[in-house]
Protein backbone atom coordinates (compact mmCIF):
# COMPACT_ATOMS: atom_id res chain seq x y z
CA UNK A 1 0.00 0.00 0.00
CA UNK A 2 1.24 3.62 -0.81
CA UNK A 3 2.43 5.16 2.47
CA UNK A 4 1.70 8.75 0.67
CA UNK A 5 -0.81 11.16 2.49
CA UNK A 6 -3.65 11.85 0.48
CA UNK A 7 -4.25 14.52 -2.75
CA UNK A 8 -7.33 15.90 -3.39
CA UNK A 9 -8.61 17.68 -6.56
CA UNK A 10 -11.06 20.89 -7.05
CA UNK A 11 -12.01 21.29 -10.48
CA UNK A 12 -14.61 23.31 -11.98
CA UNK A 13 -15.38 25.72 -14.26
CA UNK A 14 -13.78 29.14 -13.53
CA UNK A 15 -15.45 31.35 -10.53
CA UNK A 16 -17.34 28.35 -9.43
CA UNK A 17 -16.09 28.87 -5.95
CA UNK A 18 -12.25 26.51 -6.12
CA UNK A 19 -10.02 28.49 -4.15
CA UNK A 20 -12.32 29.17 -1.90
CA UNK A 21 -13.10 25.59 -0.85
CA UNK A 22 -9.54 25.01 -0.99
CA UNK A 23 -8.33 27.81 1.27
CA UNK A 24 -11.15 27.08 3.96
CA UNK A 25 -10.22 23.32 3.48
CA UNK A 26 -6.48 23.79 3.79
CA UNK A 27 -7.08 26.40 6.79
CA UNK A 28 -9.05 23.34 8.56
CA UNK A 29 -7.59 20.32 8.13
CA UNK A 30 -3.49 21.75 7.62
CA UNK A 31 -3.15 20.03 4.18
CA UNK A 32 -0.98 22.10 1.37
CA UNK A 33 -3.38 24.56 -0.83
CA UNK A 34 -1.59 23.94 -4.43
CA UNK A 35 -2.68 26.76 -6.14
CA UNK A 36 -2.17 25.50 -10.24
CA UNK A 37 -2.33 29.51 -11.28
CA UNK A 38 0.42 29.83 -8.95
CA UNK A 39 3.01 27.50 -9.99
CA UNK A 40 2.13 28.31 -13.46
CA UNK A 41 3.44 32.03 -12.78
CA UNK A 42 6.07 30.09 -10.28
CA UNK A 43 7.90 28.49 -13.06
CA UNK A 44 6.56 30.70 -15.72
CA UNK A 45 5.51 27.44 -17.80
CA UNK A 46 2.54 29.49 -19.25
CA UNK A 47 2.22 30.92 -22.53
CA UNK A 48 -0.01 33.64 -23.67
CA UNK A 49 -2.67 32.81 -26.15
CA UNK A 50 -3.25 34.74 -28.99
CA UNK A 51 -6.55 35.61 -28.39
CA UNK A 52 -6.91 39.43 -28.53
CA UNK A 53 -10.12 38.82 -26.49
CA UNK A 54 -8.63 37.03 -23.69
CA UNK A 55 -4.41 38.29 -23.46
CA UNK A 56 -4.48 37.30 -19.76
CA UNK A 57 -5.17 33.68 -20.68
CA UNK A 58 -2.25 31.43 -20.50
CA UNK A 59 -1.71 28.03 -22.26
CA UNK A 60 -0.12 25.77 -19.62
CA UNK A 61 2.51 22.98 -21.20
CA UNK A 62 1.19 19.91 -18.87
CA UNK A 63 4.17 17.88 -19.56
CA UNK A 64 6.50 20.76 -17.75
CA UNK A 65 3.71 21.17 -15.16
CA UNK A 66 3.31 17.84 -13.88
CA UNK A 67 7.49 17.79 -13.57
CA UNK A 68 7.08 21.00 -11.24
CA UNK A 69 4.04 19.08 -8.82
CA UNK A 70 5.24 15.85 -9.29
CA UNK A 71 7.41 15.27 -6.19
CA UNK A 72 4.68 17.28 -4.22
CA UNK A 73 1.96 14.48 -5.44
CA UNK A 74 4.17 11.96 -4.32
CA UNK A 75 4.58 13.43 -1.04
CA UNK A 76 1.03 13.95 -0.51
CA UNK A 77 -0.74 16.43 1.44
CA UNK A 78 -1.81 18.60 -1.49
CA UNK A 79 -5.13 20.17 -1.91
CA UNK A 80 -5.20 20.64 -5.73
CA UNK A 81 -6.83 23.93 -7.27
CA UNK A 82 -7.25 24.00 -10.94
CA UNK A 83 -9.74 23.77 -13.91
CA UNK A 84 -9.17 20.86 -15.24
CA UNK A 85 -8.44 17.59 -13.28
CA UNK A 86 -7.65 14.78 -16.44
CA UNK A 87 -3.72 15.78 -16.73
CA UNK A 88 -3.08 14.56 -12.40
CA UNK A 89 -2.35 10.37 -12.47
CA UNK A 90 -5.31 8.77 -10.75
CA UNK A 91 -2.48 6.70 -8.77
CA UNK A 92 -1.72 10.05 -6.96
CA UNK A 93 -5.32 10.92 -6.39
CA UNK A 94 -7.40 10.18 -3.89
CA UNK A 95 -11.15 12.69 -4.26
CA UNK A 96 -11.80 14.74 -6.88
CA UNK A 97 -14.03 17.38 -6.09
CA UNK A 98 -16.13 18.74 -9.01
CA UNK A 99 -17.68 21.93 -7.96
CA UNK A 100 -20.69 23.58 -9.39
CA UNK A 101 -23.11 26.80 -9.59
CA UNK A 102 -25.94 27.78 -11.25
CA UNK A 103 -26.01 29.82 -14.47
CA UNK A 104 -26.86 33.24 -13.31
CA UNK A 105 -24.81 33.13 -10.21
CA UNK A 106 -21.61 31.89 -12.10
CA UNK A 107 -22.73 34.35 -14.71
CA UNK A 108 -23.19 37.57 -12.02
CA UNK A 109 -19.33 36.19 -10.27
CA UNK A 110 -17.79 36.01 -13.83
CA UNK A 111 -19.09 39.43 -15.12
CA UNK A 112 -17.74 41.13 -11.78
CA UNK A 113 -14.45 39.23 -12.36
CA UNK A 114 -14.70 41.67 -16.00
CA UNK A 115 -14.52 38.43 -18.36
CA UNK A 116 -15.45 39.81 -21.52
CA UNK A 117 -18.74 38.54 -23.72
CA UNK A 118 -17.16 35.73 -25.40
CA UNK A 119 -14.91 34.24 -22.80
CA UNK A 120 -17.94 34.87 -20.31
CA UNK A 121 -19.53 32.85 -22.87
CA UNK A 122 -17.55 30.25 -23.12
CA UNK A 123 -17.15 29.43 -19.65
CA UNK A 124 -20.91 29.36 -19.19
CA UNK A 125 -21.46 26.63 -21.82
CA UNK A 126 -18.58 24.77 -20.43
CA UNK A 127 -20.88 25.07 -17.02
CA UNK A 128 -24.05 23.76 -18.71
CA UNK A 129 -22.21 21.19 -20.61
CA UNK A 130 -20.94 19.79 -17.33
CA UNK A 131 -17.59 19.51 -19.44
CA UNK A 132 -15.57 19.09 -16.26
CA UNK A 133 -17.85 16.55 -14.56
CA UNK A 134 -17.36 14.57 -18.13
CA UNK A 135 -13.59 15.31 -17.79
CA UNK A 136 -13.40 13.70 -14.00
CA UNK A 137 -15.37 10.82 -15.33
CA UNK A 138 -13.57 10.01 -17.97
CA UNK A 139 -10.05 9.92 -16.44
CA UNK A 140 -11.11 8.95 -12.66
CA UNK A 141 -13.20 6.39 -11.11
CA UNK A 142 -16.43 7.05 -10.29
CA UNK A 143 -16.66 6.18 -6.96
CA UNK A 144 -13.66 9.02 -6.30
CA UNK A 145 -15.82 12.13 -7.81
CA UNK A 146 -17.98 14.34 -5.37
CA UNK A 147 -20.23 16.93 -7.05
CA UNK A 148 -20.16 20.03 -5.33
CA UNK A 149 -22.80 22.64 -5.38
CA UNK A 150 -21.50 26.18 -4.42
CA UNK A 151 -24.22 29.01 -4.50
CA UNK A 152 -24.60 30.16 -1.31
CA UNK A 153 -21.71 30.17 2.20
CA UNK A 154 -23.90 28.08 3.82
CA UNK A 155 -22.84 25.57 1.15
CA UNK A 156 -19.37 25.85 1.61
CA UNK A 157 -19.46 25.17 5.32
CA UNK A 158 -21.31 22.09 4.90
CA UNK A 159 -18.95 20.80 1.64
CA UNK A 160 -15.91 22.12 3.93
CA UNK A 161 -17.53 20.12 6.94
CA UNK A 162 -18.50 17.04 4.35
CA UNK A 163 -14.68 16.61 3.06
CA UNK A 164 -13.01 17.40 6.47
CA UNK A 165 -15.12 14.32 7.60
CA UNK A 166 -13.95 12.36 4.47
CA UNK A 167 -10.40 13.26 4.88
CA UNK A 168 -10.83 11.69 8.66
CA UNK A 169 -11.99 8.68 7.75
CA UNK A 170 -9.11 8.17 4.82
CA UNK A 171 -6.37 9.18 7.91
CA UNK A 172 -8.08 6.59 9.72
CA UNK A 173 -8.65 3.76 7.22
CA UNK A 174 -4.79 4.18 5.82
CA UNK A 175 -3.27 4.04 9.51
CA UNK A 176 -2.15 8.04 9.35
P1 LIG B 1 -12.79 29.64 -8.68
O1 LIG B 1 -11.56 29.35 -7.84
O2 LIG B 1 -13.55 28.40 -9.04
O3 LIG B 1 -12.49 30.48 -9.87
P2 LIG B 1 -13.53 31.37 -6.47
O4 LIG B 1 -13.36 30.52 -5.26
O5 LIG B 1 -12.45 32.36 -6.78
O6 LIG B 1 -13.80 30.48 -7.76
O7 LIG B 1 -14.95 32.09 -6.32
C1 LIG B 1 -15.37 33.08 -7.25
C2 LIG B 1 -16.15 34.16 -6.51
O8 LIG B 1 -17.37 33.62 -6.06
C3 LIG B 1 -15.45 34.69 -5.26
O9 LIG B 1 -15.76 36.07 -5.17
C4 LIG B 1 -16.10 33.95 -4.12
C5 LIG B 1 -17.49 33.69 -4.64
N1 LIG B 1 -18.05 32.41 -4.18
C6 LIG B 1 -17.66 31.18 -4.55
N2 LIG B 1 -18.43 30.24 -3.99
C7 LIG B 1 -19.35 30.89 -3.24
C8 LIG B 1 -20.44 30.48 -2.42
N3 LIG B 1 -20.74 29.18 -2.26
N4 LIG B 1 -21.16 31.43 -1.78
C9 LIG B 1 -20.86 32.72 -1.93
N5 LIG B 1 -19.85 33.19 -2.72
C10 LIG B 1 -19.11 32.29 -3.35
Excluded at 19 to 45: P, S
Excluded at 92 to 116: A, F, P, S, T
Amino acid sequence: MSTRNLNIVFTGTPGVGKTTHCQELAQRTGLHHLDINDVVKKHNIGESSNDPDDPNTKIVDEDRLLDCIENDLEDGGQIIDWHACDLFPPRLIDLVCVVRCENKVLYDRLKKRGYGEKKLQENMDCEIMEVLLQEAREAYDEGMIVELRSESTEEIDSNVERIEQWIKNWKKDHGK
